[in-house]
């Protein structure tokens, strides 16, 4: 179960990643240009936005359950002096959720915005610093080359 977990959660970074990069450009683009709001824009908003709320759900089920590097090793003594228990049981957790939480207040606020370019600014905002934040806190293959970038 935790192996297949984890492809999952590996796989589906990918689907977070070129979704939140689509709709970063596409809300950027709308808010620079001034187009109209369309409902391929709230497509990918959306898509975002589930994707990355999709993630914290595996990896919550993996954090709390299946995983040698969540809560289990968070509970050992010593554990926030290691850097890699420290990332898995705490950074990347609370650093993914919190932009889980910004990509679904940039959904709310857009819904909120009355016209079209200030609901392609709010998204670009929050969508912006939402994939910030993940692209920080993916622990990439390249620096670790003992973490795939395809898990099979």
Known sequence: MY??????????RWFVLIFGLIAVY???VGWTGRRPFVGADNGMSAAFSGFMWLQVLIGLGLYFGLSPWGL???KQAGAMKDPTARFFGME????????????QVGRIAMKKATDSTLKH??????FGIALLLVLLMIPW?????ARPLFRF
């Open 141 to 145: 293959g390249i620096w670790n080359p």
């Open 72 to 74: 289990n090793a968070m």
């Open 26 to 28: 596409r809300a950027y």
């Open 121 to 126: 600014k709010k998204l670009f905002t929050y």
């Open 92 to 103: 990347h957790v609370v650093v993914m959720i919190l932009a889980a939480v910004l990509a």
């Open 3 to 12: 192996q297949t977990l984890l492809v999952l959660h590996s796989w589906s």
